[in-house]
């Protein structure tokens, strides 16, 4: 989950503004969970799914 379209609910802010100290500690903590393909675009992870399928069907096909 992403926070730039979380909304406060304690200043009816932004949460990706970091306006009040509710703010600032929510966004720090979804920072902080974001986990290592967070950053990466659905387009990105496709690839990243068929070079992995392909690697696996050449490995498959150099065994037998």
């Known amino acids: 989950m992403t926070y730039d379209r979380l909304v406060c609910a304690n200043c009816a802010a932004p949460v990706s503004e970091g306006r009040c100290p509710v703010c600032r500690a929510s966004r720090e903590r979804l920072q ?3 986990g290592l393909f967070a950053g990466l675009s659905p ?6 799914l068929v070079v992995l399928l ?3 069907a050449l490995l ?3 065994t037998v």
């Open 32 to 34: 902080q969970e974001q």
């Open 54 to 56: 392909g690697a696996l």
């Open 43 to 48: 387009v990105t992870l496709v690839a990243l």
């Open 60 to 62: 498959a096909h150099q």
